[in-house]
């Protein structure tokens, strides 16, 4: 099956390397299924850029722009160039707004199916929505999209049932392939080391974009209330992003700036040290679909606190291997990671849990069946 492509995923405009984690996705998408993809990438960092991954299954190209409409045009006619040499079976999209509508106006161009994915929460979210006229007119595209797709895949379960409901009964509930997931794991021995480091001082890992759907100042402030009141604990985010400032200046303003490690942007070799060096995994995001780093954190069996986006609760289980955690309740936040960082008989449970489920949910051999099952049931959505 050949794809044409439409997402926002700079990475696969990198040099290729082994250790670029949407890179080896995407190959193994190709490798597994019997694909070819040709995938234009809409984005503000790169002028113009095409790369050959995987021998040539990959096919990236970069389209910029600072205007999001104008980044749409380009796209479309850089879109239209690609599928013409291309000849795609199906064009597929990484998200209905933006990105879906130049994959609409694409395949309805070429007279090919449409197909996408739906990975995050933020259709009819009223605190997305509530920032500005803009979004609700992306929202609005996003749902007009969603109507023309023949196919639609949804990591997560929850968004995938409030979507049918809502009519859109092509959505189809696939969990997201997460690679190296086995790398994450630790032995027996080391959730032994993980109790005796919690003895001494525990450590509270964020792994997250600094963008405001992260909503790291609710960590930062719930962290604060926890270490003022017990004097434990010390938190590592790593990540970077354009808030990066602002929140240092709140870090200061909060007294907890000794208490605070940013790490940056990690290769992902030191990105599983962090995992397995730290406690407690914490994410406060205020939209998520299926979290990539809450799929990681169960994997390295880490007790985790987060908020309830959606999905989250198909990760994390409530109560057995972490907190589900109202999203923007800093006060609930801060009772939850509370009782990770000071009370041990919960801790020893939780990390000592047979709950943990990440190898099971999102490990390669399950993925690839489930998107081998989606992507054949297109000629019966025909």
């Not at 395949?107 to 803009?134: C, E, I, K, Q, Y």
């Not at 109790?195 to 509270?204: G, I, K, N, Y």
């Not at 960082?341 to 990390?351: K, P, S």
Request: aromatic fraction near 10%.
């Amino acid at each position: 099956m050949r794809i044409l492509g439409f997402g926002y995923d700079t990475n696969l405009l990198l040099p290729e390397e082994a250790t670029n984690e949407s890179q080896y996705r995407q190959r193994r998408y190709c490798e597994l299924l019997g694909q070819e993809k040709a995938i234009v990438i809409l984005n503000t960092g790169f002028p113009y850029r095409e790369r050959s991954l995987a021998g040539g299954l990959v096919w990236a190209i970069g389209v910029s722009a600072r205007h999001k409409w104008l980044q749409v045009a380009r796209a479309y006619v850089q879109g239209i160039r690609i599928g013409r040499q291309f000849r795609p079976d199906v064009v597929e999209y990484q998200d209905p707004r933006l990105a879906g509508l130049v994959a609409y106006l694409v395949a309805r161009t070429l007279g090919v199916p449409l197909v996408g994915g739906v990975f995050n929460d933020l259709l009819d979210n009223p605190v997305w929505l509530g920032r500005s006229a803009g979004r609700r007119l992306y929202n609005r595209v996003g749902k007009f999209v969603l109507s023309r797709s023949l196919l639609v895949r949804c990591d997560s379960s929850e968004t995938t049932r409030a979507l049918n409901r809502k009519g859109y009964h092509q959505v189809r509930y696939v969990p997201f392939f997460v690679p190296w997931l086995e790398k994450f794991c630790v032995s027996d021995e080391a959730i032994r080391d993980r109790l005796q480091r919690w003895d001494e001082e525990p450590v509270v890992l964020c792994v997250a974009r600094l963008s405001e759907e992260k909503n790291i100042p609710l960590l930062l402030q719930a962290f604060r209330q926890v270490y003022m009141g017990s004097r434990r604990g010390r938190l590592v985010i790593v990540g970077s992003g354009p808030l990066r400032d602002g929140l240092e200046r709140l870090e200061r303003e909060l007294g907890i700036e000794q208490r605070l490690s940013w790490e940056g942007f990690v290769d992902f070799p030191v990105l599983v040290q962090h995992f397995h060096r730290a406690n407690i995994f914490a994410l406060s995001s205020s939209a998520e679909s299926s979290a990539r780093v809450l799929i990681q954190a169960q994997a390295a069996r880490l007790p985790t606190v987060t908020t309830a986006t959606s999905g989250s609760r198909d990760i994390v289980s409530d109560g057995q291997t972490g907190y589900v955690t109202p999203v923007g309740d800093v006060e609930a936040f801060a009772r939850a990671l509370d009782r990770l960082l000071n009370d041990r008989v919960t801790y020893r449970r939780m990390l000592e849990s047979d709950a943990y489920r990440a190898l099971e949910q999102h490990g390669e051999q399950v993925i690839t069946g489930e998107l081998r099952m989606f992507y054949d049931s297109l000629s019966a959505a025909r």
